[in-house]
Structures are given as structure tokens and as C-alpha cells.
């Protein structure tokens, strides 16, 4: 069964950074786009970034310059790195992979981030 798991989240200080990660347990994970999604209480789901299969980048206005992500095939996984990190980070994170042949659509579990002093 294809499963997407976060991990990396947890409770950081204004201005602090964080690392998540969306491991994978697929068959040729380089087939698969994937993207980071967030949702605070309250709100709805948001965009955060997004990785191609080819690497290609894409972020929210709302974290450009601070986030990055970043993917390691060989690993089955996306990175999220976390810089800067403001209180109206604080929400829910997921991942989510999508195959390019559309057979697949998986998301992850979520891994809560905080950012509180």
C-alpha cells in the first residue's frame, strides 16, 4: 500500500526554523510531483510549495525567500526547510503526491508546526 508520512514538526520560536520531511514508500518516487499544503485552525487548506518531477520549484507569496523545498529520490522523500518562521506559520502540514500518469493521489497524515514564544 502507498503511504506518505510527515515528520519534523513540532514547536519553534518566532524566527526559528524547522525541517519537515514527506517520506515516501513507492515504487519510482521520481514520477511523482509533490507538494506541501498547510491548514491553520479555522482556515482553509493553503498551498504552501511545490516540487516537480523535474525539481522545479514553486512557493506561496507568503513564504517566498523563506521556505524551501527540495526532494532526494534516491531517499523516496520531500523536504520542506523553514526559515524565518512567524506565528502565522503555525498550522497543520501535509504532503501530497500526485503521479504523472494521474493513477496516484496520496497525502500524508499531517505533522503540526507551532510557532509561539
Known amino acids: 500500500q502507498v503511504q506518505l508520512v510527515e515528520s519534523g514538526g513540532g514547536l519553534v520560536q518566532p524566527g526559528g526554523s524547522l525541517r519537515l520531511s514527506c517520506a515516501a514508500s513507492?515504487?519510482?518516487?521520481?514520477?511523482?510531483?509533490v507538494d506541501w499544503y498547510r491548514r491553520a485552525p479555522g482556515e482553509q487548506r493553503e498551498l504552501v510549495a511545490a516540487?516537480?518531477?523535474?525539481?522545479?520549484?514553486n512557493y506561496a507569496d507568503s513564504v517566498k525567500g523563506r521556505f524551501t523545498i527540495s526532494r532526494d529520490n534516491a531517499k523516496n522523500t520531500v523536504y520542506l526547510q523553514m526559515n524565518s518562521l512567524k506565528p502565522e506559520d503555525t498550522a497543520v502540514y501535509y504532503c501530497?503526491?500526485?503521479?504523472?500518469?494521474?493513477?496516484?493521489?496520496?497525502w500524508g497524515q499531517g505533522t503540526q508546526v507551532t510557532v509561539s514564544s
Open positions: 501530497n503526491a500526485k503521479s504523472i500518469d494521474g493513477r496516484f493521489d496520496i
Open positions: 513507492v515504487t519510482f518516487f521520481s514520477i511523482y510531483a
Open positions: 516540487i516537480s518531477t523535474g525539481g522545479i520549484a
